[in-house]
Every structure is written in structure tokens, then in C-alpha cells.
């Protein structure tokens, strides 16, 4: 586990040193700030793609395997990209770095092969926390480097630093990451791109939670792509400001699912964790219109990332739990598939009702949906009351 954390934490912070120059990057070849939404989707949309796949993948060959390959190719998108010389090399190394993410659901698939189903939700969270870190560190490190030397915006430096760090992890993938499958259980039929939709469609219980797990990445994405905006109308915040702010959500994220996740679904199971997560994430959404001054923001927030927090790696966990040792990496794919297509629709939708009725509409309607998402969870906890006291 400490050795796939590692790993993960690594890619990741590469993945976030992206992220600052990325636009300024698509700016610099002339693009329009619509083209430049596209440039910023269409990682999300080879994520889409891919990650059933790549799961599918893990699922026959091994994660190991999967993993090393996908790092390789993640810092081959990188070097494209500090090399591009035109906005469709972007485009093409932005797909490429998209299309390799998909290693996450074998990563995940891998947490599942290692760990008990009593520790699942814990070892998800590290995962998620893992994850997080990386997004809290990588921008302030892409920043930095994008600066370097002064004068105009180095677009080279923090591509390079980032295929460094892919390049680093895939070696320490071949150092010191263990195969988690036996030879005897890489023995799965191959069923393409749809066949895990469709295995996750025709179970009821897998299909409430793939959605739900949709639900639930919908509307953050939609608070993430919204927020500097709601923040620099409500408070008039600069980018400074702002990018404290994503810190600090960050930062209560990764220790709600490095350190709180675990106790929690050991205490209560990860149904009733995820209506608590759910409940947390409704009262933030309704606060924020009221967040008149930084202290109530600060509660607001805290709410919105420790519901997201518990939620995700409960989520992940019940996932893996209801699919076969044979299937876990499909199933996540399935999930983290659902989950690229939220961050495409979410943004979009918050856009749009923000431009339409104003900053607080994202958030009012995001808490509206999640009570969709509560009669879902509360479902899912009945279920889970009467297989115990069936068994």
C-alpha cells in the first residue's frame, strides 16, 4: 500500500503542475477562451474513454503492468506538450496525458486487491488523499516554475519537471510495486468498451451507486469550475486569494479521507458514511449564497470538502465491494468513467446556470440534486440493514 500511495502521490503532482500554465499555454497559440474550456475537457473526455479500458486491462494483465505502461505514456503526453508547437499539438498531448489517466481505476483496482473489506474505505481514502495532495502541491510547484527566470511565461519547464516525476514513478513502479493478482485469477474474458457498462447497468444495486457516485462528482466539478468566479463577485478575490482557498479545501479533503474515513465506515459502514457525506455536502452548498464574510466561507467550504471526502472513498469502496475479485478494475473504470464524464457536464451546466441566475445558482441547484442522492444513499442503507439481519 505505502509503496502504490507513493506512486500515485507522484504522478499526481505532476499531473497538478499542469494545470496553472495550461490556458496561459492555449492563449499563447491564440486561442479563444472557449477553445481554451475545450483544451481543459478534453483531458477529461480520453479519461472518459479510457478508463474502463484500462481497468478491463488491469483486470486480464495484471495492474502492475497497466500501471507501468500508462506512467510511460503520461510522460511521453508531457514532453509533446513542453514541445508543442502549434494549439493542435496541445490538443494532442492534452488527449494523450487524458487517455493514460485511466491507470487510476487499475491504481484503485489494485487498493481493492491488497486490502479487506473491512479496511477498503480506509485504503480508498489514502487513496483520495494521495490524490489531493497532489492538487494542493502540484499548482503552487507549476506556478513557480512557470516564473522561472522572469519575463514571459515559461511553458517548457513544467511539462519537463512533470514527465520527470511520471518518469521517476514508473521506476518506482518496477522497483518497488508488487504484482497484487495471481497468475491463476488474470484468467477474465475480454468484453470491450461497453461490457462493464453494461455489467454495472444490469445490477440494480451497481447502477444506484455508479450514479450516485456521477451525482456527486457533477456537482463538485461544478463548484470547482465556479468558485473563482462566485469568489471574485462575492469578495472581489484575485487569483491569490482564490488559489488559498483551493488549498484549504485540499487540505480538510485529505485529512478527512486520510485519517477520518477509515474509523468511520468501520463504525457506522460506508452506506451510512455516504449519507452523512451527503448531508455535509447539502448544508455547505446551501451556506455559501449566505457566506457574507470569510468565516462562514471557511465553514461553508470545510463542509462541502469533508462531505466530498467521505463520499468518494465510501463511494469507491461499495463499488469494489459489490463487484467480483475478477472485475475490479471494470468496475472502478466504470466508475472513474462516470466520473470524467461529471467533470465534462458539471462545469458546463454551473456555467451555464451561472450565467443565467446568477454565482449562487450552481450551488442552490447542486444542493437540490443531492437530495436525489440522499433518497439514493438511504436506499442503499436499507438494503445493507436487512442483508445483516438477513445473515
Same mark, same amino acid.
Given at each position: =500500500?505505502?509503496?502504490?500511495?507513493?506512486?500515485? !502521490?507522484?504522478?499526481?503532482?505532476? !499531473?497538478?503542475?499542469?494545470?496553472?500554465?495550461?490556458?496561459?499555454?492555449?492563449?499563447?497559440?491564440?486561442?479563444?477562451?472557449?477553445?481554451?474550456?475545450?483544451?481543459?475537457?478534453?483531458?477529461?473526455?480520453?479519461?472518459?474513454?479510457?478508463?474502463?479500458?484500462?481497468?478491463?486491462?488491469?483486470?486480464?494483465?495484471?495492474?502492475?503492468?497497466?500501471?507501468?505502461?500508462?506512467?510511460?505514456?503520461?510522460?511521453?503526453?508531457?514532453?509533446? &506538450?513542453?514541445?508543442?508547437?502549434?494549439?493542435?499539438?496541445?490538443?494532442?498531448?492534452?488527449?494523450?496525458?487524458?487517455?493514460?489517466?485511466?491507470?487510476?481505476?487499475?491504481?484503485?483496482?489494485?487498493?481493492?486487491?491488497?486490502?479487506?473489506?473491512?479496511?477498503?474505505?480506509?485504503? &480508498?481514502?489514502? /487513496?483520495?488523499?494521495?490524490?489531493?495532495?497532489?492538487?494542493?502541491?502540484?499548482?503552487?510547484?507549476?506556478?513557480?516554475?512557470?516564473?522561472?527566470?522572469?519575463?514571459?511565461?515559461? /511553458?517548457?519547464?513544467?511539462?519537463?519537471?512533470?514527465?520527470?516525476?511520471?518518469?521517476?514513478?514508473?521506476?518506482?513502479?518496477?522497483?518497488?510495486?508488487?504484482?497484487?493478482?495471481?497468475?491463476?485469477?488474470?484468467?477474465?474474458?475480454?468484453?470491450?468498451?461497453?461490457?462493464?457498462?453494461?455489467?454495472?447497468?444490469?445490477?440494480?444495486? &451497481?447502477?444506484?451507486?455508479?450514479?450516485?457516485?456521477?451525482?456527486? &462528482? !457533477?456537482? !463538485?466539478?461544478?463548484?470547482?469550475?465556479?468558485?473563482?468566479?462566485?469568489?471574485?463577485?462575492?469578495?472581489?478575490?484575485?487569483?491569490?486569494?482564490?488559489?488559498?482557498? /483551493?488549498?484549504?479545501?485540499?487540505?480538510?479533503?485529505?485529512?478527512?479521507?486520510?485519517?477520518?474515513?477509515?474509523?468511520?465506515?468501520?463504525?457506522?459502514?460506508?452506506?451510512?458514511?455516504?449519507?452523512?457525506?451527503?448531508?455535509?455536502?447539502?448544508?455547505?452548498?446551501?451556506?455559501?449564497?449566505?457566506?457574507?464574510?470569510?468565516?462562514?466561507?471557511?465553514?461553508?467550504?470545510?463542509?462541502?470538502?469533508?462531505?466530498?471526502?467521505?463520499?468518494?472513498?465510501?463511494?469507491?469502496?461499495?463499488?469494489?465491494?459489490?463487484?467480483?475479485?475478477?472485475?475490479?478494475?471494470?468496475?472502478?473504470?466504470?466508475?472513474?468513467?462516470?466520473?470524467?464524464?461529471?467533470?465534462?457536464?458539471?462545469?458546463?451546466?454551473?456555467?451555464?446556470?451561472?450565467?443565467?441566475?446568477?454565482?449562487?445558482?450552481?450551488? =442552490?441547484?447542486?444542493?437540490?440534486?443531492?437530495?436525489?442522492?440522499?433518497?439514493?444513499?438511504?436506499?442503499?442503507?436499507?438494503?445493507?440493514?436487512?442483508?445483516?439481519?438477513?445473515?
Amino acid at each position: =500500500m505505502p509503496a502504490l500511495i507513493l506512486i500515485v !502521490f507522484i504522478d499526481l503532482l505532476g !499531473f497538478g503542475l499542469i494545470i496553472p500554465i495550461l490556458p496561459f499555454y492555449g492563449l499563447h497559440f491564440g486561442a479563444s477562451p472557449g477553445v481554451v474550456t475545450l483544451l481543459m475537457a478534453s483531458y477529461s473526455f480520453m479519461q472518459f474513454i479510457a478508463a474502463p479500458i484500462i481497468g478491463s486491462l488491469s483486470d486480464r494483465y495484471g495492474r502492475r503492468k497497466v500501471i507501468l505502461i500508462s506512467l510511460l505514456g503520461t510522460c511521453a503526453a508531457y514532453v509533446v &506538450m513542453a514541445h508543442a508547437s502549434s494549439l493542435l499539438m496541445l490538443f494532442v498531448a492534452r488527449g494523450l496525458a487524458g487517455l493514460f489517466a485511466g491507470n487510476i481505476s487499475a491504481a484503485q483496482a489494485y487498493i481493492a486487491d491488497i486490502t479487506t473489506p473491512e479496511n477498503r474505505a480506509r485504503g &480508498m481514502g489514502l /487513496f483520495g488523499a494521495a490524490f489531493g495532495l497532489g492538487f494542493i502541491f502540484g499548482p503552487m510547484i507549476g506556478g513557480l516554475l512557470a516564473g522561472w527566470g522572469g519575463g514571459e511565461v515559461n /511553458f517548457q519547464i513544467a511539462p519537463l519537471f512533470a514527465a520527470g516525476l511520471s518518469a521517476f514513478a514508473a521506476l518506482l513502479t518496477v522497483l518497488i510495486l508488487k504484482e497484487s493478482r495471481s497468475v491463476q485469477s488474470q484468467n477474465v474474458t475480454r468484453r470491450g468498451w461497453f461490457g462493464p457498462i453494461r455489467a454495472a447497468v444490469r445490477r440494480a444495486d &451497481m447502477k444506484h451507486l455508479v450514479c450516485l457516485f456521477l451525482l456527486v &462528482m !457533477f456537482v !463538485f466539478a461544478g463548484l470547482e469550475a465556479t468558485i473563482a468566479l462566485w469568489a471574485e463577485g462575492q469578495f472581489s478575490w484575485g487569483p491569490l486569494k482564490v488559489g488559498y482557498l /483551493f488549498a484549504y479545501v485540499g487540505v480538510v479533503a485529505a485529512v478527512v479521507q486520510g485519517g477520518l474515513i477509515g474509523p468511520a465506515t468501520k463504525r457506522w459502514g460506508e452506506e451510512r458514511v455516504i449519507v452523512l457525506g451527503l448531508c455535509a455536502l447539502i448544508i455547505g452548498f446551501a451556506l455559501m449564497p449566505l457566506a457574507q464574510n470569510l468565516e462562514v466561507l471557511l465553514v461553508a467550504t470545510a463542509l462541502l470538502a469533508g462531505g466530498f471526502g467521505l463520499c468518494n472513498p465510501a463511494l469507491n469502496s461499495l463499488i469494489s465491494l459489490r463487484a467480483s475479485s475478477d472485475s475490479q478494475g471494470a468496475a472502478l473504470g466504470v466508475a472513474q468513467s462516470g466520473a470524467s464524464l461529471a467533470r465534462i457536464l458539471g462545469p458546463a451546466f454551473a456555467g451555464a446556470t451561472f450565467s443565467a441566475w446568477g454565482r449562487h445558482a450552481p450551488y =442552490m441547484i447542486g444542493a437540490m440534486l443531492l437530495l436525489i442522492g440522499i433518497g439514493i444513499a438511504w436506499r442503499l442503507v436499507r438494503s445493507s440493514v436487512s442483508n445483516e439481519h438477513s445473515d
